[in-house]
């Protein structure tokens, strides 16, 4: 390994650079500019020091080296293609000279800026059979940096303390009991010299929390729970006593409740609030989960505490009684706005529900919320109340319902960006139905996904229904400014600067530059692969740089059947840099296998086929994608080898692939499921081929009584 760059002049200035860059969000805070919003860092602008750059979470930078007369000369400076087999979400992290990002199953890497080499890398070597308990991929978003340490969350919940320089291990703290399956994808963040860390698990049945840890020894300062438990035991902390209030007093808390804060979360200096969003209950069917309704404190919630203490100030509960998978783990971005002739200091979030909120981020008043996209579930969002006003039927008790958007959100963890220049959002919007369905008293609870909502009718998802959007949003306005459509959902996160432009690559594999005021294309390069993570910017040696990790994955490629596929990508794992004049290229892709077998009719009894279907649909999907249609990431079982078709018992119920990461199912399946669910896959291999031979005609699709 060559290293060729001094990596740190000094850990103190590593240290002083984050404090001028925190002190830098303060003295914006104080000074509004014209446009009545705060300005980011004015100090270390060419640094990316944190997931959203500063803690504000804007993800805006001051550089303008790039503009609408650069950008066009925009080239490849340098890539790696990474060993990499599942999605890449994470945004790199810029300083002195040094890239510091993630991959999946947790690892981590330190790459010179200006040469692309890697000067060293980290894998917390996560037992692959983890992967199980990943809803959304075996995924991770990114790092923290503070005091000359690297902080990476991993898979099976341990937070790990690196030297930066080094890439050793400093210190480990496992976060979580691991015989349970909660899982870490988010980047940690670091405030007052603790690093915070939420984790995710609420699909497979567990009780939601954030703690903080001393940066420097790793000894755990406070945790926060989001749900109660079982109210027999002593409470961990009192906010929990009021929580218990909103849950029914038949709550099953077995069930583990969920509310996982598994991604976004933001922090004021001045105010000293740390902001965190929650997420959905568990199971998602409210109905089962806490019979006799409520609230359901603090699931699908964004919570300011007192990042000291973890004492709570304030929160709300963006969807009260959440039946949905209706998270409020979206991003979360500070500013200051105007709003009716007053300098107001907001929260904004667009969470999975569609709607657009603005808060006041001192207090948790609710100021605006309206519909950033299509919107079924609900007419409105009460300001007096700050409620919902829902429409019947919207909770499925008695009846299927499909309605927008869907557990995919109109916007999830893919980040949105807002520019205090041109004063708009850019938010990753995408356009997906769902479709709900009432277990009630015939749930089980199982080593799967628990939704209680009959996620296993959803047998297809065709990619007429699907779409995306690059939404320029005015949050003052609480209206598109503009907006780019795409053909495709589960589009990258967006990156907006002070040279007028914003960054988003697509599904589709492009990455495009658009002015920041108008949304005018300006610029795009193909990546080769759908992208899913948010590309960021950084200075060095004087010139601007722009460095994205490009990678097809995550819940929709791996769920998405029909939908995922329409983009025509795979995952090719790369680190792309950017800069003007660079004049590097990608290598050749190589050409994906193609199986050449013309399937046979499957000969079995219609019930087991059907059974088959039923068990697909409850554990295998959320991987192979729904239809056993995959995604572009993980085998599309349709197109096994013999080899592997023979090999099914020793893979499901031996764990033969388990180093791979697919899961051991012992636990779940009998010799007699394994064979139904083969039977299955056959047929749909059967299926589909014959569809793929024949014009498209109707009845294709599973939903075909969609209604507006
Ligand atoms: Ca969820």
């Keep these: 390994m060559t290293t060729t760059i001094k990596l740190n002049t000094s850990l103190a200035a590593m240290a002083s650079a984050f404090t001028l860059a925190m002190l830098g969000w303060n003295m914006a805070q104080a000074q509004p500019s ?24 804007q993800r805006y930078s001051p550089l303008a080296d790039l503009n609408p007369d650069t950008v066009g000369k925009l080239g490849l400076a340098w890539s790696i293609d990474l060993d990499n087999n599942r999605g890449l979400e994470a945004t790199p992290l810029y300083s002195e000279g040094v890239l510091y990002t993630s ?203 007192r990042p000291e203490t973890g004492k709570l100030v304030w929160h709300y509960q963006v969807n009260p009684g959440d039946t949905w998978d209706f998270t409020a783990t979206q991003q979360i971005t500070l500013a200051n706005l105007e709003i009716d002739g007053k300098q107001r200091q907001v929260l904004m979030q667009a969470p999975k529900n569609g709607f657009f909120y603005v808060l006041d981020r001192a207090t948790g008043e609710l100021l605006s919320a309206e519909k950033f996209g299509k919107v079924t579930w ?134 495009v530059a658009y002015t920041a005021d108008k949304g005018q294309p300006l610029w795009d390069f193909d990546a080769q692969t759908g992208i899913i993570a948010a590309p960021m910017t950084f200075r060095h040696d004087g010139e601007q740089y722009l460095a994205l990790m490009a990678g097809w994955g995550g819940a929709a490629a791996l769920f998405g059947g029909d939908a995922a596929v329409a983009t025509g990508v795979r995952n090719v794992s790369r680190m792309l840099v950017f800069k003007v004049g660079g004049g ?25 086929i059907k059974q088959g279907e039923l068990l697909y649909a409850q554990y295998c999907a959320v991987c192979h994608g729904t239809g056993v249609v995959g995604g572009g990431v993980l085998p599309d079982l349709r197109h096994s080898s013999d080899a592997i078709r023979a090999a099914y018992p020793a893979i499901l119920l031996e764990g033969m692939l388990e180093s791979q990461g697919m899961p051991n199912f012992a636990a779940s399946f009998s010799a007699d499921d394994v064979e139904k669910i083969r039977l299955y896959i056959l047929h749909r291999e059967y299926e589909t081929y014959m569809q793929a031979m024949q014009p498209k005609g109707e009845g294709d699709a599973a939903i075909t009584a969609v209604e507006e």
């Design 103 to 305: 991959l999946s199953w947790s690892r981590v890497m330190a790459v010179d800026a200006a040469s692309g080499d890697i000067l060293w890398s980290f894998d917390p070597k996560v037992d692959k059979a983890k992967g199980r308990h990943a809803c959304c991929d075996a995924v991770n978003r990114g790092v923290a940096l503070h005091g000359g340490k690297v902080y990476v969350g991993t898979l099976d919940g341990r937070l790990i303390a690196l030297d930066a320089k080094t890439g050793n291990e400093v210190w480990t703290q496992q976060t979580t009991d691991n015989s349970q399956p909660y899982t870490i994808t988010a980047a940690p963040r670091v405030v007052k010299g603790m690093i915070m860390i939420g984790n995710g698990g609420a699909e497979f049945g567990v009780r939601g929390y954030f703690s903080a840890y001393d940066a420097e020894t790793g000894e755990m300062r406070w945790r926060f729970y989001t749900v109660p438990a079982d109210p027999s035991k002593p409470v961990e902390h009192p906010e929990l006593v009021e929580a218990a209030k909103t849950w029914s007093t038949d709550t099953d808390w077995s069930l583990g409740g969920g509310g996982t804060a598994w991604d976004s979360m933001a922090y004021d200096p001045e105010l000293d609030l740390l902001y965190v969003g929650t997420g959905n209950g568990s199971p998602w069917n409210r109905e089962i989960r806490s019979p006799g309704g409520g609230d359901n404190l603090f699931l699908s919630s964004i919570l300011a505490v």
């Design 378 to 511: 609900a007419e409105r969002i009460d300001l007096a109340t700050g409620r919902p006003v829902e429409v019947p039927g919207a909770r499925y008790e008695k009846e299927m319902v499909v309605m927008w958007p869907s557990p995919f959100g109109a916007h999830n963890w893919h980040p949105m960006s807002f520019n205090p220049d041109t004063g708009l959002v850019y938010i990753p919007y995408q356009e997906v139905p769902g479709t709900y369905s009432n277990e009630g008293k015939g749930f089980v609870k199982r080593e799967a996904f628990n939704t209680g909502a009959g996620s296993s009718e959803i047998l297809e998802l065709p990619r007429e229904y699907t779409s995306g959007a690059l939404v320029a949003w005015d949050p003052v306005k609480q209206a598109a400014a503009w907006r780019v459509e795409h053909d495709n959902h589960w589009n990258g996160g967006t990156l907006t600067t002070a040279g007028n432009l914003v960054f988003q690559g697509t599904a589709a594999g492009k990455l």
């Design 34 to 57: 014209q446009t009545g919003v705060s300005h980011a860092p004015p100090m270390a602008e060419g640094e990316w020091l944190s997931y959203d750059r500063t803690l504000a979470g």
């Design 584 to 608: 590097a290229t990608l290598p050749k892709l190589s050409e994906p296998p193609v199986t050449a077998r013309v399937p046979t009719p499957v000969v079995a009894a219609k019930a087991d």
